[in-house]
């Protein structure tokens, strides 16, 4: 069977691929039957447990949101506040073959144990190439078989065409659709091409650390307020990061149980604090308090607009607009919808089932007999600091452009050829939303391991370039340089450096995992 599965921050979400039809996968819990599988682990006596094996858990420490904890981190890098020492990597990888097992034991979609599962995978369109790279890489070691990578605004918008226009494949007047996707952690907002059954990104705005778990914080906060204003004894430093993470477990659970019409907000703390009560907050206040992060994701969606005229598309001609299409669970959080409503009207739409519809897209992606063709974007900007001439700085060169669109059925590929005066190539490379007026690096800012490369053919056998002094001629030394920039579909970047005068070369593939070749 195929799968589309949102690995998200909250909730992991499956969606089956059976014979036309797209069903969510329902799994057997402890608290009955629920259509996702929470994201969380506990850790206990030298042990990680996951998702509703570790929801009800007491007496342990619990890692809420494991996407957004690894969201920052590399593959190899130890996850912080983990006694059982795990790599992001491994994280991941043990949370997914949880995910593999509740499919296999404990789901509706009837799957043997030793059947393939191939799987539609998302990540946010903000997502940095080694955000990438992790969630293929843990997916294929939990024992799935990635078929591709969308960005999640991108599934989304697929099952937007397949509720809204009458089926995916079918032709529709609507030309585009404008993604607003504001999940547990991240925030994403695309303008995806409805045009001609090909769904294209045509420009992403996202921030990588916004989204239920923030409205969660600012919730806990004010309760903790609300109870010292009350007389109550709340002693904040015996608050641990496991009753931190139950807490805002509360919060949450608080928050999703409002809706528009909600004055009030009850957050019992004595379900983790002993001697703590139900604390009960105004919503107008808890809203105001969660009104500036609202607003920063309009921003981006005010920027997703401005730059449609560059496609031909006419903003404020509300017929070309499918709809401003709203997904992820934090989207059902009053206030979001009320901002948004007043803003932007009868263009709004909820989706179906807000916290589903990239998993549903994605599982629609995956059915071959869909009918649906995707072109993805670059969304981030990827770029190299070089030595300037002599006595100059550093001077930044922009690779890959946000918003390049990839050929159809093929990788991106660009060259850089040069011939060098160092002895060694040392290659700063970041990535970054935003390049500023005089195309420097801007916005959120994700910088990579240096890379090294022997300019000299004396130095081609060296593993550690970086403890060998770099020496500079006044003429080029060793020969003609060539970079090559290989952008897949997925997202994954390959770098490959050679030196065409004296035929060697290495290749780098993000996270830099470097291969020599003669």
């Not at 939303?433 to 022997?454: C, I, K, S, V």
């Not at 952008?487 to 490959?496: E, N």
Request: overall charge negative; aromatic content about 8%; glycine content about 10%.
């Amino acid at each position: 069977m195929r799968l589309g599965i949102d690995f998200g921050t909250t909730r992991t979400v499956v969606a089956g691929c059976v014979k036309g039809r797209y069903p969510v996968a329902q799994f057997e819990t402890p608290k009955g039957y629920a259509d996702y599988l929470p994201g969380i682990a506990f850790a206990h006596e030298g042990n990680l447990e996951y998702g509703w094996e570790s929801s009800s858990e007491v007496g342990g420490r619990t890692l809420r949101s494991i996407k957004r904890v690894v969201g920052q981190l590399r593959p190899d890098d130890m996850v912080p506040g983990l006694k059982e020492q795990r790599a992001a990597l491994d994280l991941v990888t043990e949370y997914l073959s949880y995910v593999r097992r509740m499919l296999i034991e404990r789901s509706n979609l009837q799957l043997d144990a030793d059947e393939p599962l191939d799987a539609m995978v998302a990540v946010p369109a903000n997502s940095n190439t080694g955000q990438r790279y992790l969630t293929v890489e843990a997916f294929n070691r939990a024992g799935f078989h990635v078929v591709g990578m969308l960005n999640e605004p991108t599934a989304a918008a697929i099952e937007f065409a397949h509720e809204n226009l009458g089926g995916v494949g079918r032709r529709s007047p609507k030309r585009y659709v404008v993604v607003y996707d504001l999940g547990g952690g991240t925030f994403d907002t695309s303008a995806v091409s409805l045009v001609d059954r090909r769904f294209e990104l045509l420009r992403t705005e996202g921030i990588g650390a916004l989204g239920g778990d923030d409205f969660d914080e600012i919730i806990l906060t004010a309760a903790i307020e609300q109870a010292q204003s009350e007389g109550r004894e709340v002693d904040c430093g015996l608050i641990d990061s496991s009753m931190r993470s139950r807490l805002l477990e509360l919060c949450r659970e608080a928050k999703e149980g409002l809706s528009p019409t909600s004055r009030k907000l009850l957050v019992d703390l004595g379900q983790v604090l002993p001697g703590a009560a139900t604390v009960v907050l105004d919503t107008s206040e808890v809203y105001e308090r969660c009104q500036p992060l609202i607003d920063k994701t309009i921003e981006l969606l005010d920027r997703v607009f401005a730059s449609l005229a560059g496609f031909g598309i006419d903003a404020n001609n509300p017929r070309e607009l499918g709809a401003i299409y709203l997904v992820g669970g934090a989207t059902a959080f009053p206030p979001v919808g009320r901002t948004l409503r007043r803003l932007y009207r009868r263009k709004i739409l909820m989706a179906p089932m807000p916290h589903a519809a990239t998993a549903v897209g994605l599982a629609i992606a995956a059915d071959p007999d869909s009918g649906v063709f995707i072109r993805e974007s670059v969304t981030r900007n990827f770029g190299v600091w070089r030595e300037g001439e002599a006595g100059r700085a550093k001077v930044f060169d922009p690779i890959l452009l946000k918003d390049t669109r990839a050929p159809d059925d093929a990788p991106i590929v660009v060259e850089r050829c040069y011939w060098p005066v160092h002895s060694i190539g040392h290659l700063r490379f970041v990535e970054c939303t935003d390049l500023d007026e005089a195309g420097q690096p801007a916005g959120d800012l994700t910088p990579w391991a240096n890379l090294y490369f022997p300019y000299d053919p004396a130095l081609a056998a060296v593993d550690d370039l970086s403890q060998v002094p770099v020496a500079r001629a006044d003429y080029p030394v060793g020969g003609e340089i060539v970079e090559t920039y290989t952008y897949a579909a997925d997202g994954s970047l390959t770098i490959t450096v050679q030196n065409r005068s004296h035929g060697y070369q290495r290749r780098f593939v993000v996270p830099w995992r470097t291969e020599n070749h003669p």
